[in-house]
């Protein structure tokens, strides 16, 4: 199949792009460069551009099976400081990319986030796929707005995902929590937890996410709009995963807004198809250290 990633020089679009190839299927990618830590490739198929351009781009000017949408906006505290990138990357951007996509009959499948469900007080179960959304933040807005684009169409997945980690995580400190941990531990640098460190979070490891995706390209996977953790089995606190990364926190520092005291996915629709993560966090955190 024909396949583009959106954001294909990111973590988990990185991780996506080798198994498409590895699969045979012809893969384009779109990224616009504009996080720190995206990757580059030096392939004729990868593009640089901003997705909201998308219909402008030549070298996308032809039949696609899919697009696997990741590329956005993805800080919580970005978001907050400059809204305009919010709704620009993440609600104009889907939009451009589910137009184009409509055009070509092409399945979308889209990267959401559990921001989308607000600060979930007094939560203590399992988030399961029925959970309305609720967002509190210009992010948890503009990411929601995209996943209502993806799931009107009638060929779109939505993933709400929560923590999806991996050894070549390189994170930052108001993304990609795991991978900013670990860096910090192993470079002796200070870590700051912004609460009491009880927060909960399902972690997922990112080789799970993208074969669940391959799942979708493979038919395997009713659309509709699911949320997508490690479950109960993953679920660690912060102070947790501190200490099972080998580290210790250095200095504690007030609630950030809207902070989910706790965010674990009940995978109930995809349990019910019979997936499940594969790799434990265990054995992810010890490839990490």
Known sequence: MKVLITGHAGFIGSHMWDLCVKDGHDVYGLDDLSRS???????????????????????LDQDF???IHLAGQVSVVSGEKYPDRDFHSNALGTFAVVQWAKERNAGVIFSSSNKVFGELRGVSTPIADTQPLNPQTNYG?????????????????VFHQSCVYGSTQQGEVDQGWIGWLNQSIRGSRSITCFG????????LHVDDLVRLYRSVLNGDVPRGSYVLGGGVENA??????VSN??????????????????????????????????????????QMT
Do not use: C, M
């Open 37 to 59: 830590t995206s990757k580059p490739r030096h392939d004729p198929q990868s593009i640089v551009g901003d997705v909201v351009g998308i219909r402008a781009i030549e070298q």
């Open 65 to 67: 099976d899919w697009v």
């Open 141 to 157: 807005v503009s990411k929601a707005a995209a996943s209502h684009y993806v799931a009107d169409y009638s060929k779109g997945w």
């Open 196 to 203: 009491d460190g009880s927060q909960v979070r399902d972690l």
């Open 236 to 241: 660690v606190t912060f102070s947790e995963a």
């Open 245 to 286: 990364l080998g580290g210790e926190i250095t200095e504690f520092a007030a609630w950030r807004p809207h902070d989910q005291r706790y965010f674990v996915s009940a995978n109930s629709g995809l349990a019910a198809l019979g997936w499940r993560p594969s790799i434990g966090r265990e054995q992810g955190l010890e």
